[in-house]
């Protein structure tokens, strides 16, 4: 049996405007209808022994993460939940501890949540070999045969070819000779040139025991306080969280750190499939499907003499004239308009919103809940509208406010609504008031989302302005 480990704890900075610190680009559909999560998950469907996965996220995306595994009908009873980022080699001593708990002994592909792979069947070809040596205690990485002098991937060396695992297998193994940095542009050609190296991909595959024993070897203070932070770890729901201050102590370090670069048990599998990490803006230009022109286009966008370019649009007309190789990314608050050879610098504009504490580097105007979700319509000093959608059958804590009373007008659906001792049956074009301080909940009791206006008004209407009485989710 072959357990996926999903690593989907990252935060996409260089593709804000869409991806946000609440809303990551593993969750968003960037190339087709299914979430880079999704493909994650659904590419490996087809392969002889999967299990299902094993996802390691952040807290604050387990009710998306849970939601997008359901809607494609994968198991949403393994996501762990880190309290803290701490890179990769956490996550996959975590992973194994925890799938060698059952006394079982899997083999482990370890699988970052965002990356693109165009030729699945070359891909699976990859895994076939991979396993061979996995099941020989051969801790293995796969590489992208480069196709360009590319300087935004670290690179590794191949080493001395390793045998084959049978005649019908057309990838090939090799040893690895050294993981390197990422190159400048004339060190990058020389690689290419050579046909020696290959781009690091940050997949791996290996059997728990092999990994936890060269982590022991190498890097035991992390096995140690992963183990506690599994140990006095807890179930919550379809989540399993990790215990806050044993994870904290735990060193933060890249699994090549760790012990990719120092065992002498590790091997590389080449290939080549249209793989992509996605990392940048001009990443989805390359990956996506271009017009006559060599522009990629998404939503509603006009263009008139535009090439060679990336336009996005998500809630309104984008009309572009006399453009050639740029971005422009439009959200409903923030637009990003780039060249293209300078979107490497989205980051950095990312830093400066963030030292601004800016709001758009957070969340969407759009934010997701486990009973649904909420989209702030307008916003002013004293007081905001939202239009909220609850899921059939969900339920809102109970809670209250000091600082803000609140308005709702049902718009569709029926909600049942309690405050204070009274509570009252809402249908549609129907409405209520709540004042500050009263105690409140709401239901749909209906087959149908329940859609309704909230408007706040008061001193304060910031969302931390609440006091859950009763909790129906750990939110």
């Known amino acids: 049996m072959i357990y996926p480990v999903i690593l989907a704890g990252g935060s996409g900075t260089r593709l804000w405007p869409l991806s946000r610190e609440l809303y990551p680009k593993q969750l ?23 299990a299902d996965p ?77 396993l061979h040596f996995a099941r020989q205690d051969r801790l293995i990485t796969f ?8 300087t935004g991937y670290g690179y590794i060396r191949k080493g001395v070819p390793l045998s084959p695992p049978g005649e019908s297998e057309t ?12 190159p400048d542009p004339e060190t990058a050609e020389s690689y290419l040139r050579s046909g020696n190296y290959c781009w690091n991909s940050g997949m791996f595959m290996f059997r728990a025991s092999a990994v936890l024993a060269e982590m022991t070897r190498h890097v035991p203070d992390m096995v140690s306080a992963c183990g506690a932070a599994l140990e006095h770890g807890q179930e919550d729901l379809d989540f399993f969280r990790l215990d806050r201050a044993a994870f904290e102590s735990c060193p933060a370090d890249s699994i090549d750190y760790a012990i990719m670069e120092k065992t002498d048990r590790g091997a590389m599998i080449p290939f080549q499939a249209g793989w992509n990490d996605l990392g940048s ?28 370019s990336f336009l996005h649009a998500s809630t309104r007309l984008v009309a572009a004239v006399g453009l050639e190789n740029h971005i422009v ?104 008031y709540i004042a500050p301080g009263v105690a409140h909940r709401l239901v749909n009791p209906g087959k149908i989302p329940l859609e309704f206006i909230e408007v706040r008004s008061g001193s304060y209407l910031g969302e931390d302005d609440i006091v859950r009485l009763e909790h129906v989710y750990r939110e």
Request: net charge negative; hydrophobic share 40%; with cysteine.
């Open 171 to 182: 990838s090939e193994a090799v040893a690895i000779d050294q993981f390197v940095e990422k």
């Open 281 to 308: 803006w001009e990443a989805l230009w390359q990956v996506g499907e271009k017009d006559a022109h060599e522009n990629v286009v998404q939503g509603d966008v006009l263009l008139h003499d535009v090439s060679h």
């Open 28 to 50: 968003i559909e960037l190339v087709d209808e299914n979430t880079m999560l999704q493909d994650t998950v659904l590419r490996l469907r087809d392969f002889e022994g999967m």
């Open 329 to 432: 990314v439009e959200t409903a608050d923030a637009v990003l308009i780039s060249p293209r050879d300078k979107v490497q610098d989205v980051k950095s504009l990312v830093n400066k919103l963030k030292a601004a504490r800016r709001e758009e580097t957070i969340s969407h105007k759009t934010t997701y809940s486990p009973w649904g979700s909420s989209e702030t319509l307008v916003a002013s000093e004293r007081f905001l509208v939202k239009r909220v959608t609850v899921k059939p059958g969900a339920t809102l804590s109970l809670q209250k406010h000091f600082n803000r009373a609140e308005h709702w007008i049902v718009l569709r659906g029926t909600a049942l609504v309690t405050k204070g001792e009274e509570e009252v049956l809402l249908e549609e074009d129907r409405s209520t």
């Open 54 to 130: 094993i996802v390691i996220c952040n807290e604050n995306h387990r009710f998306m993460v849970a939601e997008q595994l359901r809607n494609i009908g994968a198991d949403s009873g393994s996501i762990i939940l880190e309290p803290v980022g701490r890179n990769t080699a956490p996550a996959v001593a975590v992973a194994a501890l925890r799938a060698k708990s059952d006394g079982d002994d899997p083999v482990l592909l370890v699988l970052p949540a965002d990356h693109y792979i165009r030729d699945v069947p070359v891909f699976h070809e990859a895994l076939a070999t991979g």
């Open 143 to 150: 590489g992208i045969v480069p196709d360009a002098p590319e």
